[in-house]
């Protein structure tokens, strides 16, 4: 967790030693965390493993950038066959999130329809996470799920043209603005600078969309 969080943090070489450094611990701590002797720490791994794996992807360029992808979609996948809706709501919804940022990050670099694709995976993952995620129950994470979801249902706004591309807009928008309702200036000021641009950002491209 800290050679993650000091790799998230780093950036260039430091930051990527720092990850493949995680990285090794994780796949170390994986093979005494096995998944029969013990399914839920095993899981919780191998959603952190997806974590530090998202990150060297996002990061890196070509293919190497793309196997770590999907090294890491293969984690997240592996997490949620002990981490079901069922049995462990909490860990589902969060390796959900997790798998939606992974697909908005695979949506946003391929065009056409493979990266509408993944952009439409992303929201269904953000969407799963919202059922445990409640506003009531954890404001912050509804909100954080929110903002998420905003800002891939504007992309698929932006790329899409025609009443199709208006209602991806709207729902952006209200995605939002729920976000914002949780995020203020004072309480979570990043958040809230985020949000706020990502909204301005879809409000203009709504804006350009119905007038034509």
Do not use: C
Not at 62 to 76: D, F, K, N, R, T
Not at 83 to 108: C, D, I, Y
């Amino acid at each position: 967790m800290v050679l993650r969080d000091l790799g998230e943090r780093a950036s260039g070489e430091q930051g990527a030693h720092y990850l493949e450094q995680s990285l090794a611990a994780y796949r170390a701590a994986l093979e005494v965390r096995t998944r029969e002797q013990l399914p839920q720490q095993w899981a919780t791994t191998e959603n952190n493993l997806g974590m530090v794996l998202a990150v060297l992807g996002e990061r890196g360029s070509g293919e190497q950038g793309a196997h770590y992808l999907e090294q890491s979609l293969a984690a997240y996948r592996a997490a949620l066959e002990v981490r079901t809706r069922e049995q462990l709501p909490q860990g589902w919804a969060a390796t959900q999130g997790n798998l939606g940022n992974l697909f908005s990050v695979l949506g946003r670099r391929v065009t056409g329809e493979q990266g509408a694709q993944y952009l439409e995976q992303s929201v269904a993952a953000y969407r799963a996470a919202l059922e445990v995620y409640t506003r009531e129950q954890s404001p912050q994470d509804w909100a954080a799920m929110q903002g998420n979801l905003g800002s891939v249902l504007s992309v698929l706004g932006e790329r899409t043209s025609g009443e199709q591309g208006v209602q991806y807009l709207q729902r952006s928008v209200d995605s939002l603005e729920n976000a914002l309702s949780i995020f203020t200036p004072e309480a979570a000021p990043y958040q809230n600078s985020l949000a706020r641009a990502n909204l301005e950002k879809a409000k203009a491209a709504l804006h350009k969309i119905s007038s034509h």
